[in-house]
């Protein structure tokens, strides 16, 4: 609820890389078992925004809060780093080890988890998103829904507080976008706090809590699916949603 204190909060954000500014004072807002989507024309800043949520890089103005603490610069940030589980386009699985071993080797070489107890979570979370049957196969062997259904299973291995996904579907052949959607969904079902930027405008409307529309390194807009869906309020948004179709 907004009475309670967000577990992400972004005030004023700002980041440059050189002399662009690809975030130009952006504020946000997060709450709890929220699936907020970013929205919004290439280049317009949403990855940014993520990587800098997820303290891979520092910003240069504003601040982002987590969970009642300032983001510490990128350097100092690995223990909040474990705290979010990041899912990006391209999976990024380690290629020499199988389904399972992707999984479990986040608990056991950072959390220190005995190798018999990651296993069975890691077979566990493989069950979660449907892989059962998969836990001995090497990421060549499966399918880019299938490996992005792993590198979720990852990310939730770490148990994580918020999950953040940068485009998890666009990188995948149609017929197996549904089915990490549906994982996806799953996940905010059960109360997941989530970040997803996404150009899967059925998926923002019809699991999404709230939509933030970005344009240019700004948020131009942001409400409830309906409103923003349905009714926007700014000509940029309805730009990005006519360049769509
Ligand atoms: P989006 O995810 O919305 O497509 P990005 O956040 O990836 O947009 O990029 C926003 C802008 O910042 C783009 O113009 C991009 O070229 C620029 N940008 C992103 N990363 C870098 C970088 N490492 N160095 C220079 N420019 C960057
Ligand atoms: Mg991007």
Not at 151 to 159: H, Y
Request: hydrophobic residues 40%; neutral net charge; proline residues 6%.
């Amino acid at each position: 609820g907004a009475d309670r204190p967000p577990v992400i909060l972004y005030e004023e954000v700002v980041k440059r890389y050189g002399g662009f500014v690809a975030l130009n004072g952006v504020s946000a807002r997060v709450h709890q078992g929220e699936v907020v989507c970013l929205i919004g024309p290439s280049g317009s800043g949403k990855s940014t925004l993520l990587r800098c949520t997820n303290a891979l890089e520092a910003i240069e103005g504003g601040r982002i809060v987590f969970e009642g603490q300032t983001l510490p610069t990128p350097a100092l940030a690995a223990p909040v780093r474990r705290r979010m589980g990041m899912v990006f386009q391209n999976f990024e699985l380690f290629p020499h080890k199988s389904a399972l071993e992707n999984v479990a080797i986040g608990p056991r070489t950072v959390l220190g988890t005995a190798k018999a107890e990651a296993e069975e979570k890691a077979q566990a979370l493989l069950v979660k998103v449907g892989l059962a049957d998969k836990a001995a196969s090497y990421p060549s062997e499966l399918s880019g829904g299938q490996q992005q259904r792993v590198a979720i299973a990852r990310a939730l291995a770490m148990e994580p507080e918020v999950m953040l996904f940068d485009e998890p579907t666009s990188a995948l052949d149609p017929e197996t976008v549904g089915e990490v959607l549906n994982v996806m969904k799953r996940l905010a079902e059960e109360g997941m706090t989530m970040i997803v930027v996404t150009h899967e405008m059925t998926f923002a409307r019809r699991v999404g809590s709230w939509v933030v529309v970005f344009d240019k390194g700004r948020v131009v807009e942001e409400g409830v699916p309906k409103q923003v869906f349905e009714q926007p309020r700014e000509q940029r948004t309805r730009d990005f949603f006519s360049h769509l179709s």
